[in-house]
């Protein structure tokens, strides 16, 4: 084998899980390469490229070399002034150091180091070939692919995500022996299952990918992503509408896919009496297929499937799809109509039966207490609360549909139609379902106001109850969700412009929750029984723990938006009630950090808290007050400095009530040359005490008026 050729491998297997095949692709070509470069083998591996199919990982790496360098081998042995005796003499463990080595004593060396001297063994190795390092580098990379639950097969050992067959290792033209899962390496690859079922000859590693398409089959994802886009536009022609395909059914389809072919589909009017998300549902989610809407957003009768095989008669494959897809309508339909049969407000009493969590009660216990929260948030912040009331007592009612019963993930959307078809009030059945907003990253809040207040109300109960039950997260476990509930909770405070007392919120949260919830967080002690039940202690602490939970998420929630850590560290220190103040006073903080004076001020901030701090820790020191009295001013700075904060304060006073953040700093900004001029000319450790007690309070008094927005210190 000739150095720089490019390096294929690939593992054919039986049809692999269409969600993990992107994952397990990337990782086998992420331990491919992690493993030559560990090796020091010289390749491209900034150029390697990830291929897969349902029936297929594989590994393209240009210019690799045909073996790795010489390498240097240095063992360290024992220490000199252990290793010989009085008179020069090896000791036992010096031989048998020298004799593991290979070699005598006297071949050794010496490596002085500022601990002593010590023994050691050098030597050049030759580098290894490649093709005696691959077996080990395809081992080790497949034992690292995440596979929860690996399958074994005949009477192998050995174990993997599906049965392998056949296994291609190819550097340039040449064939890599090798063994990987009990296959042999060789260049024989398999096509299309049943448009190329006979074996494939391949030539070389660069000719792969264009052997693998003459054998109908796709190799590249990103090639049969493009090729779907294509085939469903062609599709879509004849019906007149407009295909709706989203990234993660795209995804999918592509991974079940070897050669896809799309088949253009009809199903009855009738079913479309249905609403559009639970047909949408049906053929997304069970059958991978297309739907298609008109122009002006509405179900259309067509669908688009995508087929795995070129068909002589696709008619009949069309066929197929309409009659897979007719039974699950009609049962769909089924549930609608029935469900159409029973008001929506009279499950309320059956939610008593629903089991919510065991110390935290039923739905319906649930249910009470979010509408109570719900009335609260609206009084608050200018929503019906009669509605708000309602729409709480209603939102877990479609739990118990038979169209919810068979598509969960209808919830919300199907309480917001029964609750429209029962004759609630619009701003009720929407807020039905905008209160799961959002349901996913990247998923917008609730655009009405009324579910605004419903998905607060909602995450402040669940929080506050798991919370209390001691089922908070912990390192990758979340089986609650909390962790995107209180990232919810967060987010439509903020973009909704809420302003809500947020520590007042999760009291009030905490008060309705029963003692059994808050003691069933409480661990047992030495004796295996669990303290007395301190209810207001143990409310003070989870209170802290939420706020502290919440606070936690906003900061990804902002480092993703690219605000800097110190200026979110800057507004946390003075904890503002409001989520939506606190964004306020981030994004002035931020506007603030550009102006030429911030990292003067800042720095002076700094002075200032350490200044003040260091005196509030000496012993005896009197509280340092916020009082300044003119007449123990000594220096012309001091005097400036106290007349420019006067004026500062009077100037921001309208702005800062107001809100108006940025203009409270920008007019704070103004102070950077009174402060300056002050710690130039001004000791403040003067030796009278009370002209030392002036200034540490005109210090205080800065201090706090730069902290009415943020701890400008911090930044």
């Known amino acids: 084998m000739n150095a720089g050729k490019s390096l294929l491998i690939e593992l054919g297997t039986e049809e692999l899980p269409p969600r993990a095949l992107d994952e397990l692709s990337a990782a086998f070509l992420r331990g491919i390469v992690g493993g030559l470069a560990a090796r020091g083998v010289s390749a491209g591996l900034d150029q390697a ?13 240009p210019a690799v070399a045909a073996a790795q360098p010489a390498q240097s081998i240095e063992r360290r042995g024992p220490a000199v002034a252990a290793a010989l005796d009085a008179e020069g003499r090896p000791s036992k463990a010096l031989l048998g150091f020298a004799h593991s080595c290979g070699v005598d004593v006297g071949q050794l060396e010496k490596l002085e180091t500022d601990k002593g001297a010590w023994f050691v063994w050098r030597a050049v190795r030759p580098g290894q070939s490649l093709a005696a390092l691959l077996p080990e580098i395809i081992d080790e990379a497949l034992k690292a692919l995440p596979i929860p639950r690996p399958m074994r097969w005949a009477d192998h050992d050995y174990s993997f995500v599906r049965p392998v067959h056949w296994l291609v290792i190819l550097h340039g033209a040449d064939i890599v022996d090798g063994q990987v899962l009990g296959l042999a390496s060789g260049r024989k690859s398999r096509g299309h299952r049943f448009m190329h079922p006979q074996p494939v000859h391949v030539a070389d590693a660069d000719g792969w990918l264009d052997a693998m398409r003459a054998a109908k089959v796709l190799a590249d994802p990103r090639e049969r992503r493009q090729r779907i886009h294509q085939q469903i536009e062609l599709a879509a022609q004849g019906t007149g509408g407009t295909p709706q395909l989203d990234d993660a059914l795209l995804d999918e389809l592509a ?3 070897e050669w896809p072919v799309a088949i253009a589909c009809t199903f009855e009017r009738r079913f479309l009496e249905v609403p559009a998300e639970a047909l949408v549902t049906t053929m997304v989610a069970n059958q991978k297929f297309v739907p298609v809407f008109d122009a002006e957003g509405k179900l259309t009768e067509h669908f688009i499937g995508i087929a795995n095989i070129e068909s002589k008669d696709p008619a009949e494959i069309r ?50 207490r979010v509408a109570e929260l719900a009335r609260v948030v609206a009084n608050r912040v200018g929503v019906d609360a009669a509605l708000a009331t309602r729409a709480a007592s209603l939102a877990k009612c479609d739990l118990l549909t038979r169209m919810v019963g068979e598509f969960p993930e209808l919830q919300g959307v199907m309480g917001r139609y029964y609750a429209v078809h029962d004759g609630e009030p619009p701003a009720v059945a929407e807020a039905l379902d905008s209160h799961y907003q959002p349901r996913f990253g990247g998923d917008r809040i609730a655009a009405d106001p009324l579910g605004q207040v419903l998905a607060v109300a909602e995450r402040l109960d669940t929080l506050a109850g798991i919370f209390a039950i001691g089922m908070k997260p912990g390192g990758n476990k979340d089986p609650f969700a909390l962790r995107r509930a209180a990232l919810g909770l967060a987010r439509t405070l903020i973009e909704g412009g809420l302003e809500l007392d947020l520590r007042a919120s999760f009291i009030e949260a905490l008060e309705q929750l029963p003692d059994a919830a808050l003691a069933a967080g409480l661990k047992p002690g030495k004796d295996g029984k669990p303290p007395a039940l301190q209810a207001g202690a143990r409310r003070a602490i989870l209170l802290e723990e939420l706020l502290d939970f919440v606070h936690e998420r906003l900061r990804g929630y902002y480092a993703e938006q690219g605000f800097e850590h110190g200026a979110f560290e800057a507004v946390l220190a003075v904890q503002p009630a409001s989520l939506a103040d606190f964004d306020r006073r981030l994004r002035a903080v931020v506007e603030f950090g550009r102006r030429p004076e911030a990292v003067s001020l800042a720095a002076a901030n700094k002075r200032v808290a350490n200044i003040l701090r260091k005196q509030a820790e000496e012993a005896g020191a009197p509280p340092i007050g916020r009082t300044v009295d003119p007449a123990c001013f000594e220096a012309e700075a001091e005097r400036d400095l106290a007349d420019a904060l006067a004026a500062a304060r009077q100037d921001s006073a309208a702005a800062e009530a107001a809100g108006d953040y940025a203009a409270v700093l920008a007019r704070l900004a103004q102070l950077q040359v009174p402060v300056d001029a002050f710690f130039d000319n001004v000791l403040v450790n003067a030796e009278d005490p009370a002209v030392r007690a002036n200034r540490l309070a005109l210090l205080n008094q800065l201090k706090s008026q730069f902290s009415t927005v943020a701890d400008i210190a911090l930044l």
Do not use: C, H, M
Not at 49 to 61: D, E, T
């Open 49 to 61: 490229v990830a291929y897969a199919s349902p029936r297929r990982l594989a590994a393209f790496i």
């Open 255 to 257: 991974n079940l896919t």
């Open 319 to 368: 066929r197929g799809y309409e009659r897979v897809i007719r039974p699950r309508f009609a049962d769909a339909k089924f549930f609608w109509d029935e469900d159409l049969k029973t008001p929506l407000a009279s499950y309320q009493e059956q939610l008593k039966n629903v089991t919510y969590q065991q110390a935290l009660g039923s739905q319906w216990d649930k249910s009470v």
